[in-house]
């Protein structure tokens, strides 16, 4: 896969979703990400949901 789009892919999802993806990424647990961003552990989790359906969807695009 092509880096370039895989940060381009990134770089389009809206900056909470990144942050969200970043942290988790960084094995931040669900809830030390939930505090940082003052959301709740289910808005984490849906929001990693929503990064990755949007990460793929991009790449298969592409």
Known sequence: MDHDRY???V??????LRDTLA???DDWPYDAIAAHL???VADVETG???A???LVASL???
């Open 7 to 9: 940060r381009n892919a």
């Open 11 to 16: 770089l389009a999802l809206p900056a909470p």
């Open 23 to 25: 942290r988790a990424l």
């Open 38 to 40: 003052g959301i709740g």
């Open 48 to 50: 990693l949901a929503d």
């Open 52 to 54: 990755i359906t949007r």
């Open 60 to 62: 298969d695009s592409g």
